[in-house]
């Protein structure tokens, strides 16, 4: 399977690529390359391999959200350019 300058065309075009003569040939090369790799993925008789769903067979490897404070409310505003007794104080943004 291969594709022609003028299919590349219309694909840059929907894409919103430009590309330069010389671009333009070696992509035209690429994208050949690719289909001709699909077209022999094709080939290929999968008919006894089972769909991949997800790539390990792992359920929940992670651990429980627990909800702590880790930084002080005072830890946090320690740093602060600039504050007001509990909150971070910031230029306004909206008239």
């Not at 077209?39 to 769909?51: F, K, W």
């Amino acid at each position: 399977m291969s594709t022609d300058l003028n299919t590349l065309r219309q694909l840059a075009h929907l894409a919103r690529l430009e590309f330069d003569e010389r671009h333009e040939q070696k992509m035209l090369g690429d994208l050949n390359e690719i289909l001709n790799w699909v077209e022999q993925l094709r080939e290929l008789d999968t008919a006894q391999v089972e769909p991949l769903v997800h790539l390990s067979r792992e359920l929940n490897v992670l651990r429980p959200d627990e909800p702590l404070n880790t930084v002080s409310h005072a830890e946090g505003l320690q740093n602060a350019p600039r504050k007001d007794t509990d909150y971070f104080r910031v230029p306004k943004v909206l008239e």
